[in-house]
């Protein structure tokens, strides 16, 4: 399978199975639709035909580099990827999204955890849930040496006491255990202050840091209780933190919704605020709310992802620095088989623990009945939803086995595809429609860059 598009004046072809993408002149990108796997040596009467504004000694010259790409498996590639079936199963946790809160200081009106509190009353997580959990991940992943933990909310600087005790409990288990924690939190920075800045970048491999972009946008929907916007209390607190950092991980993460179909001004907003690594993700929420995205607004996501992309090429060939997470792609190696196929593992290598206790395939599965895998008490989880979360790949996905962009999303989402389109192997199509422009954004711009080495 081939996928080509043009883009920014860049002709460009992937050839799904091996990865290669060849950026075309226009002869030869047009020339391409009589190219397969089986295509003879000499170019076929039918192509001169169709190409007659160009001379027959263009016209085989280019047919002739195309056949030569066929031939050493670069082009029309066959998908050997079903050797992977067998090795596909249930494999040791090395991730755990720890839920140190069910309780947030803000109430944004897209918020998937219920502003908060999943649907099932604030709390906070206790060090002795905190300790089992972290037990639970050790005695649960096998030889895994390199395990992450994220602290998750709500809000997980409401419980920070807690989260720093996990940190120096986990701290105590890594030699006796042979292994190495790497830890995250994600905030919206209303508690940060200088202790718990220092705390963050000595401790916390990466942090998140939640922000809309511009103001208007940002306190349009990201409030306190008493209904007053954020962004004028924060934006100094994450300066603060990421020129503190020094370098370290870290990114600035938020969410766009039909509010604000130009969100490539947010993420240049943030970008002039001095954060050049930066995640703007689209909602995905019931599609009756007035915020949520429609099929119909993916013409216009769509030209914004390419707006956006032509302004990261301009900064980059400054000389400057950004990143934009869709756009982050790894043409070279890239994630291994297993991953490709199957992407995040979310009930198979990844779970999520609540303040009671409760494990779930991740963060945004807790509170839905029905998935609940077990208890840390229990010591244990459901094998058959392991199974399950650990089948769940592009093989198994109707939508997925036809699309060229399978082996990048990873067949998307599972708990998106849950909730919005009633089961884990359905299809979400906003968010597939979405995925596959941010990949020919990101394929574009690393053509764009490499025209400047």
């Known amino acids: 399978m081939i996928h080509k598009f043009s883009l920014n004046h860049y002709n460009i072809v992937l050839d799904v199975c091996s990865g290669a993408v060849h950026v075309l002149d226009d002869l030869s990108f047009r020339l391409v639709d009589f190219t397969s796997a089986q295509m003879p040596a000499r170019c076929p009467e039918e192509a001169y035909a169709a190409l007659s504004d160009y001379s027959r000694d263009e016209v085989s010259e280019a047919y002739g580099e195309l056949y030569t790409l066929v031939q050493d498996g670069l082009l029309h590639t ?3 990827y079903d050797q992977f079936i067998g090795k596909i199963a249930p494999a040791p946790v090395k991730a755990m999204c720890l839920h140190i809160a069910h309780d947030c200081n803000l109430r944004c009106d897209y918020c998937f955890a219920a502003k908060g509190d999943f649907g099932h009353g604030r709390k906070l997580m206790p060090l002795e849930v905190g300790k089992k959990a972290i037990d639970f991940l050790l005695n649960n992943s096998g030889n895994r040496r390199n395990l992450e933990v994220d602290f998750f909310g709500g809000e997980p600087l409401m419980n920070f006491d807690v989260v720093k005790q996990i940190v120096e409990y986990a701290r105590s288990k890594e030699a006796e255990y042979q292994k190495k924690f790497r830890f995250t939190v994600t905030t919206n920075g209303l508690l940060l202050d200088d202790d718990i800045m220092d705390y963050i970048n000595r401790e916390m491999d990466n942090v998140v840091l939640s922000i809309d972009g511009r103001k208007e946008i940002n ?22 933190l990421v020129r503190r950092r020094n370098g ?6 938020g969410t766009f919704t039909r509010k604000n179909l130009d969100f ?20 995905v929420s019931d599609p009756n709310v007035p915020y949520s995205l429609k099929l119909e607004d993916v013409p216009a996501v769509a030209q914004e992802y390419e707006r956006l992309a032509k302004e990261i090429i301009k900064i980059r060939k400054s000389g400057k620095s950004i990143n934009f997470f869709h756009f982050m792609l790894d043409l070279d190696q890239g994630p ?10 979310c009930g198979n290598e990844y779970v999520a ?45 109707p939508h997925c086995r036809n699309c060229w962009a399978r082996f990048y999303c990873s ?13 884990i192997l359905q299809q979400h199509e906003v968010s597939c429609e979405l995925e596959r422009k941010r990949l020919e954004c990101a394929i574009m711009l690393k053509a ?4 400047q080495e």
Do not use: W
């Open 353 to 397: 623990v609540t303040p009671e206790g409760d494990i779930y395939p991740c963060h945004q599965f807790v509170g839905i009945d029905g998935f609940k895998m077990g208890t840390l008490d229990e010591g244990v989880i459901d094998p058959a939803m392991k199974q399950a979360f650990s089948k769940a790949n592009v093989f198994n996905k």
């Open 448 to 451: 764009a860059l490499a025209d």
């Open 411 to 423: 067949g998307g989402c599972n708990a998106n595809s849950q909730q919005y389109a009633g089961g």
């Open 248 to 253: 370290q991980q870290y990114y600035v993460r």
């Open 78 to 80: 066959e998908d050997d």
């Open 336 to 345: 291994c088989a297993i991953k490709r196929l199957r992407g995040c593992s």
């Open 264 to 283: 490539s001004k947010d993420v240049l907003h943030l970008y002039e605020l001095g954060f050049d690594q930066i995640s703007i993700e689209p909602v």
């Open 219 to 240: 306190d349009s929907l990201r409030v306190t209780p008493n209904g007053k916007g954020c962004y004028d209390i924060i934006v100094p607190k994450f300066q603060e």
